[in-house]
């Protein structure tokens, strides 16, 4: 069975600092990895992903993550971050085999104050 | 083009009552999840339908809890008798492949 961690649920920072997310996941397979924004009130929308290639995964809104296979982890980062940053993120796995479900990390808010 | 909605997005029920949830995924796509998201509690998997694959219902909580998926396209969440912990948002999500596109979500507040 699959499992995610995300060792910080709350990280504090201020507006143009750098920030990282960690995630790490527990799985005995190859695993697709995917990073998820929940702003206030709304669905998930994704941020970036991993299925295949570069380990240094690009997203929207300026963030990136790598995938580092031997510490199964797969990190969330970004060089500076904005007031519109604060939210909930979301790192999920998932089996790349035809049939599997998206297991979810119980979620990181970043606190982005001025 | 339209993406995944869920209705209603809003719902107060009285304990013991029935609801249920109704997804429309995106056209197209495949598999369809739901989930539950509770206060620090992150996003908790219900069920997973694949094409015409018997659903995973391995994260139904309870035997009231029961999804169908008429077609391969419209879900519905059932919960009966509602309890006071049923009380979270329920969210739905679509996919064509492997990345997942969720709905707005619908919270329930049992009462």
């Known amino acids: 069975a699959q499992s995610v961690t995300q060792l910080d649920s709350q990280v504090p920072v201020f507006e143009e600092a750098p920030v990282e997310l960690r995630c790490n996941y527990s799985?005995?397979?190859?695993?697709?990895l995917f990073w998820y924004v929940q702003y206030p009130n709304q669905g998930l929308q994704l941020l970036l992903k991993y299925l295949s290639g570069s380990t240094l995964v690009k997203g929207i809104n300026g963030f990136e993550a790598e995938f580092n296979k031997s510490q199964t982890s797969f990190h969330l980062r970004k060089p500076s971050v904005h007031i519109s940053d604060t939210a909930e993120y979301f790192c999920?796995?998932?089996?790349?085999?035809?049939?599997?479900?998206?297991?979810f990390g119980k979620g990181t808010m970043l606190l982005v104050s001025p | 083009g339209a993406g995944v909605s869920q209705s209603p997005s809003n719902k107060v029920t009285e304990k013991g009552k029935d609801v249920e949830l109704r997804c429309d995924p995106i056209s197209g796509h495949t598999a369809l999840y739901w989930y539950r998201q509770s206060l620090g509690q992150g996003l908790e998997f219900l069920i997973y339908?694949?094409?015409?694959?018997?659903?995973?219902k391995s994260g139904l909580p309870s035997d009231r809890f029961s999804a169908e998926r008429t077609g391969g396209s419209v879900s519905t969440l059932t919960i009966q008798r509602t309890q006071q912990e049923d009380s979270a948002v329920y969210l739905c999500a679509s996919s064509p492949d492997r990345e997942a596109f969720f709905g707005q979500g619908t919270r329930l507040t049992v009462v």
């Open positions: 339908f694949q094409g015409n694959s018997a659903p995973d």
């Open positions: 799985s005995s397979v190859s695993v697709y």
């Open positions: 999920a796995v998932s089996d790349p085999s035809g049939y599997s479900t998206l297991t």
